[in-house]
């Protein structure tokens, strides 16, 4: 098991325009709304420039065939396809991790198991896999899906989603290929092949990959759940978890369950990376930073409001939350939970609730100086909040780069962030291990005693 000091994780979650709803309409954006693969390449240098330890790429599939009047006025996230593009962003970076969101309701581990091992060989080990089980009305009918799947059944496919990948990335030992035998002719030793005959209650597959085992054994799997269902589903299976937390002690809280969970499933603590998402504005001062965040706060459009799958917007912006019935079986359990709570907690109105809550998604926001950015990050890893987190700038590019430029230098002086990358690879990075594969072990059981 590694052991190392313990050390800030930061990864940064690229949106064309940025986070926030109003991001597009910033004076500071000109670009249109087409892909360009030069811009990705940029943010992608930036942040591994500064060290970064993951670039992660969401994949918000699906969109409804119906677009209703005010369709036109969300700048939602039209953007290259992850696979195509992390691809790419390997050829053009060197150490980043290099993290893709994939679905496991509208996928199958076959096809994911050898684009993983793909972008994990063409990027020398630095793919993760953002593990999603999302499964919305109008996605399902994109893929002419009418069967429809409540929360825990989707948790439950995932799961099997996984074990079923894992097992095709171990169908090979890892030197299976590494040693052609020219002379007699053989070009692999049949016994290094494990054939999968996988019979779960959701998924099958009689299969031997068609590409070695990745380079890390696995990719990283990162997961991003809020709900009962989707922490025991972490502690199980993800090594990175994207959490959401809008006060430290609800971050540290999550964090103490969460790790707490791992035992059970005989892993050790560090072996599970939480790091929540962290909108940040900076500025030379805390005033320019304010100021900064109001010039985007003043460009929110409230003319189309959906909540949980609520629409509000009947009701008066400035009046309080109206009483919503909790929709057991909903995507996005864990969120609209958090958001009722800090709504009646803090007896919001709607209007405060969006400028507080759905601009940042949930996130923590960090408005400030460098100094007041580094102090609130060192205060949440020091107190076990976050191992580290998932910056999501508001607005780009220049939000990204005031972040590299004026906080990380800050992170580093004080000694919690790198200033160099140590390994190779995104699990050297993080400091995870490099899973076994069991079939090897079971043909060779004293060749890893050493």
């Known amino acids: 098991m590694s052991q190392r000091k313990r050390q800030l994780a930061l990864n940064v979650f690229v949106q064309r325009f940025g986070h926030h709803v109003a991001a597009w309409r910033h004076p500071s954006s000109t670009d249109n709304g087409r892909p360009d693969l030069n811009w ?35 700048a939602n996230s039209y953007q290259f396809e992850p696979f195509t593009l992390l691809s790419a962003l390997a050829t053009h970076t060197n150490r980043i991790g290099l993290i893709a969101t994939v679905n496991t309701n509208y996928d199958h581990p076959y096809n994911l198991a050898r684009r993983f091992s793909s972008l994990d060989h063409i990027s020398g080990g630095r793919a993760g896999w953002n593990i999603v089980s999302s499964f919305s009305p109008h996605t399902a009918e994109n893929f002419g899906i009418n069967d429809g799947r409540d929360h825990g059944e989707r948790y439950e496919r995932a799961g099997e989603f996984v074990e079923l990948s894992k097992s095709l990335w171990n169908s090979w030992d890892d030197d299976a290929f590494d040693h052609p035998d020219r002379v007699n002719g053989r070009f692999y030793n049949p016994e290094s092949a494990h054939p999968v005959h996988f019979n779960g209650e959701h998924l099958k597959s009689d299969a031997i990959l068609d590409l070695p085992r990745p380079i890390q ?34 971050a540290k809280t999550y964090y103490a369950d969460v790790k707490r969970r791992l035992a059970k ?49 009947k009701y008066d912006l400035d009046g309080p939350l109206p009483d919503l019935p909790y929709k057991a079986g909903e995507n996005g359990q864990g969120r609209f939970l958090q958001q009722l709570e800090l709504a009646r907690r803090e007896n919001l109105t709607i209007r405060q609730l969006v400028l507080k809550f759905r601009v940042a998604r949930g996130h923590v926001q960090a408005i400030g100086s460098p100094k007041t950015i580094a102090d609130l990050i060192e205060k949440w890893f020091v107190e076990k909040g976050a191992d580290g987190f998932n910056v999501v700038p508001p607005y780009l590019p220049s939000g990204f780069v005031d972040f590299v430029n004026l906080v990380v230098p800050e992170l580093q002086r004080r000694g919690i962030f790198r200033k160099e990358y140590e390994g190779k690879t995104l699990r050297d990075h993080l400091g995870l291990d490099r899973p076994d594969n069991p079939n090897t072990q079971k043909r060779h059981p004293h060749s890893l005693a050493a």
């Open 40 to 74: 990705y390449i940029n943010a992608a240098r930036l942040a591994e420039a500064a060290k970064f330890d993951a670039f992660f790429m969401a994949d918000f599939i699906g969109r409804p065939a119906n677009l209703g009047p005010d369709a036109g006025r969300n």
């Open 217 to 250: 054994g696995y990719p990283v799997f990162v997961q991003a759940g809020n709900s009962e269902t989707g922490r025991e589903f972490a502690a199980k299976h993800a090594e990175m978890i994207y959490a959401s937390a809008t006060s430290l002690d609800v």
């Open 265 to 313: 499933y005989g892993r050790d603590e560090s072996q599970l990376i939480v790091t929540p998402g962290l909108s940040v504005v900076v500025g030379s001062s805390d005033q320019e930073a304010q100021d900064k965040f109001g010039e985007l706060q003043s460009r929110v459009d409230f003319s189309e409001l959906e909540f949980g799958g609520f629409d509000l917007s």
